[in-house]
């Protein structure tokens, strides 16, 4: 049978292609100065011998130290902006004379201006979106050298509610082409039928044809599946106009295609050439998904046909201890993370992600909603985007959906979080009329669903929504989730939950007794009242701001109310910035699964049990305790009826959940010694956990995520860094300060211990552990070799790692 696909779909424009070596863009990140400060640095004669060297991307904001009087706040992460110069000094071959140069940023914090040799190409304000510039007027070739200079201003603050971070922060590329190209961002491709059987493929192309060309031209698209093998193919002729892009549709058919999905993220490749007199004058690839879903109001979510529970999680881009420098290894490790606690679902907080990540996300299955702005016309900071909505929103807009739609991971188009709009305030309905053209422009060039993240509800917020958006999406309020309360708020539209839980932990915190909850602050304008000393959450179920719940509670909602197409909880990892709920010297938030150095909070294995099916269990809080104290020891576990704990070989009984829990607990009188947990299924022993008192710090442990790297200046290990007692437990309140030393071909990308109010520089060689817990980032340099990285701490035996480079 065949079915209607919203467009399915994937790009990737960084392209080398396998089959004939063709390679039209390239990674120009190489090679660049840098200088914090601003100064007249446009034209090529200026002087920046005495520049800092750098390779892109770069974020010059975490490399300064927190500052409690920032312009940018605790919001921003107390971490300065500024004006930063970039320049560039390469050569163009004297053979490239007569083709097309440009360059393509996939993003600059923020309000940057271009230079080619003293000529301006442009200025963009918005620090999340992709922009392309063409050279070719500009360019000298042979040995003569040409200058790129790249002004940043991020210096009027505060202009983001979290920390954006600053400079040329993603990827930068160089593409040349002859004069007849695939334009940026050029194929779209859609597979309007699919079946067991076949799937339709239609890709649409623009081709710039120059006003000279005269000799005939076309496209010949090939697909080919996942192992080379070729799977259909068309050629169609391409007319000639007078300087003007070209349209050119193509359709093919896929013979008994393999579909996408979270489980099984299958993808193929089409690969266009242009040929000219038998000669091919471009060549581009396009990977993409096929795949068909749909929204219902009643039963939500389906993909290819099968019911899926969007399971997804927020996140910023900052990177923990890289800032906001775009990594691909460091965003695969944060996405396998998240994989490996059941989430199937990446909303990007709240602006365009880099490209690396949806491209992750289309290898790896992860359904994405895909968010363009923070804020419309009515502010949130003094000077962020409101300023430049007016005049850059429909060229913002149309680039990310040109650059994006080809994903098969995105699904769903956000135009807007918890804009200011939403309410009507002095009788301004202009919102309405913002949300309709923002609705026109998605649908004027591509056709999956769209939302808006509103955080209320409200009578006005209805009417908004219900009158444009293909989906009802808001955030919180899970006191209005079921279907009886959405239809009768909202009619019959199908319902997705932008934003979720906003529960707020420390890693290896605990507040006892674990049943007595706390909403820090009473409300979001307020001070916390009774608040830990040591600005800490609790990481049991029992700490939540007051917009928002526990994941525990949320999760319940969620599961029983079958209407809902899946959530996005706040958020998968911590992030710089938003240090609710405290105040200075807190710099980075709490609302995490995980901890910003990617170390599991409790919260991760709450999530692993219900979403997963591997059988697990947790058992926590640690095992050192005063004694004669009242502990609350919690499990987690799946694929078992029962759980029996004991102490010190003494059962403290058997508990079951029951009705809608989630976890089982036990409240005990600490004794030190060994504390186990046993699941059982059908009388069945299925895992067994033990948690032991540990002794006194007195070795350290390193453990890198990875053995082998390439050497290619780029690629990370992440080192997890122990602090065990004798026995080679880890000592659950340890806090020694950790030193390390590396030798060979690697350097030091950062050091983190995921503690909010940790505020020595993650770029230090130093770093106190927290809770017994430490992390290193290894980054090779572009040479093979091992890589040895060392740790040292007084008192402690100390401990290194080999690290391969290939």
């Known amino acids: 049978m065949k079915r209607l696909l919203l467009p399915a779909l994937l790009f990737f424009y ?130 003569t050298p040409n200058v790129i200079a790249v002004r940043v201003d991020n210096s009027q603050q505060p202009n983001s509610r979290w920390y954006s971070g600053s400079g040329i922060y993603r990827n930068v590329w160089l593409t040349i082409t002859d004069k007849t190209y695939i334009t940026c961002w050029g194929t779209y491709i859609t597979t309007p039928q699919v079946s067991e059987k076949k799937a339709t493929v239609n890709l649409q192309l623009t081709v710039q044809v120059p006003a000279e060309k005269k000799q005939a031209l076309a496209a010949a698209t090939t697909i080919y599946n996942n192992f080379g093998k070729e799977m259909a193919t068309i050629t169609t002729g391409v007319p000639a106009m007078q300087d003007t892009p070209v349209t050119v549709n193509q359709q093919l058919v896929v013979a008994n295609p393999s579909l996408w999905s979270v489980d099984n993220p299958y993808l193929y490749r089409a690969v266009t050439r242009l040929i000219s007199n038998g000669k ?71 602006n365009p992600p880099a490209p690396e990540l949806l491209t992750l996300c289309d290898k790896m299955g992860f359904i994405v909603m895909d968010e363009a702005f923070d804020m419309w016309k009515r502010e949130k900071n003094k000077y962020d985007y409101h300023l430049d909505f007016d005049a850059w929103y429909k060229k913002d807009l149309t680039d990310q959906l040109l650059r994006d739609r080809n994903h098969p991971a995105v699904f769903i188009w956000s135009v807007g979080n918890e ?99 706390r909403r820090w602050p009473q409300r979001w304008d307020l001070p916390v009242e009774n608040a830990n000393a040591d600005l800490t959450c609790s990481a049991y179920e029992n700490c939540s701001a007051p917009w928002g719940a526990t994941h525990m509670e949320i999760l319940k909602e969620f599961l029983k109310n079958d209407n809902i197409s899946g959530m996005y909880i706040w958020t998968g990892f911590d992030y710089i910035g938003e240090p609710t709920p405290y105040p200075w010297p807190a710099r980075s938030s709490y609302f995490g699964i995980v901890d910003l150095a990617g170390f599991p909070k409790d919260a991760y294995y709450l999530y692993q049990s219900v979403l997963t099916s591997k059988p697990m269990l947790h058992l926590f ?116 300060l950790v030193t390390f030393n590396i030798k060979g071909g690697g350097v030091i990308a950062g050091v983190d211990n995921g503690l909010q109010t940790d505020l020595s520089s993650f770029k230090a060689n130093t770093k106190n552990a927290f809770n017994g817990l430490a992390l290193a980032v290894v980054q090779s340099k572009s040479k093979a070799g091992d890589i040895m990285l060392s740790a040292t701490a007084a008192g402690l035996q100390g401990a290194t790692t080999i690290i391969h480079a290939r």
């Open 280 to 350: 091919i004058v471009d060549e581009y690839t396009t990977p993409f998904g096929i795949r068909y879903f749909s929204f219902d109001a009643d039963k939500g979510f389906f993909l290819n046909g099968k019911p899926v529970k969007i399971t997804g999680v927020c996140n910023h881009h900052d990177l923990g201890c890289l800032g906001t420098a775009v990594n691909t290894r460091a965003l695969e490790r944060q996405l396998q993370i998240l994989k490996g606690m059941g989430i199937n679902g990446i909303r990007t907080s709240h």
């Open 14 to 143: 960084h392209i080398v292609t396998a089959q004939t070596g063709f390679v039209r863009t390239r990674p120009f990140n190489d090679s660049w100065k840098f200088f914090l400060g601003d100064a007249p640095a446009a034209e090529p004669s200026f002087r920046d011998d005495s520049w800092r060297k750098l390779k892109l991307p770069h974020d010059w904001s975490i490399e300064l130290p927190f500052d409690s009087t920032s312009p940018t706040g605790t919001g921003g992460g107390a971490l300065r902006g500024g004006i930063g110069w970039y320049r560039k000094t390469f050569t163009i071959p004297a053979t490239e004379k007569g083709r097309r140069i440009a360059i393509l940023f996939d993003g600059v914090y923020r309000n940057s201006e271009v230079w080619i040799n003293g000529h301006s190409l442009g200025k963009r304000p918005n620090g999340y979106i992709s922009f392309e510039y063409d050279l070719t007027s500009y360019v000298k070739y042979g040995t």
């Open 419 to 517: 804009i200011q709009e939403q309410w009507k305030a002095n009788n301004d309905t202009s919102g309405a009329a913002i949300l309709r053209e923002l609705q026109q422009i998605v649908k004027s060039m591509d056709n999956r669903p769209t939302v808006t993240a509103n955080n209320d509800p409200n009578a006005y917020n209805v009417l908004l929504q219900a009158n444009a958006t293909d989906l009802i999406g808001y955030n919180y309020n899970h006191d209005k989730w079921s279907a009886a309360a959405v239809q009768k708020a909202w009619g019959r539209k199908p319902f997705i939950i932008t934003e979720s839980v906003s529960a707020l932990q420390t890693r290896g915190h605990y507040d006892m007794p674990s049943d007595s909850m």
């Open 621 to 736: 809080p640690h095992w050192n305790w005063k004694p004669g104290q009242t502990v609350d020891l919690w499990a987690y576990y799946n694929n078992a009826d029962e759980i029996e704990l004991f102490i010190n070989g003494q059962s403290q009984g058997v508990k079951r959940k029951t009705g809608d829990d989630l976890h089982v607990m036990w409240r005990v009188t600490y004794e030190p010694g060994i504390v186990k947990a046993v699941s059982r299924k059908n009388g069945k022993v299925i895992m067994t956990k033990e948690i032991k008192t540990a002794g006194a710090p007195a070795k350290i442990v390193l453990t890198p995520d990875r053995n082998i790297i390439k050497a290619n200046g780029d690629d990370l290990s992440f080192v997890t860094v122990k602090v065990v007692d004798k026995n080679g437990t880890v000592v659950p309140d340890a806090g020694n």
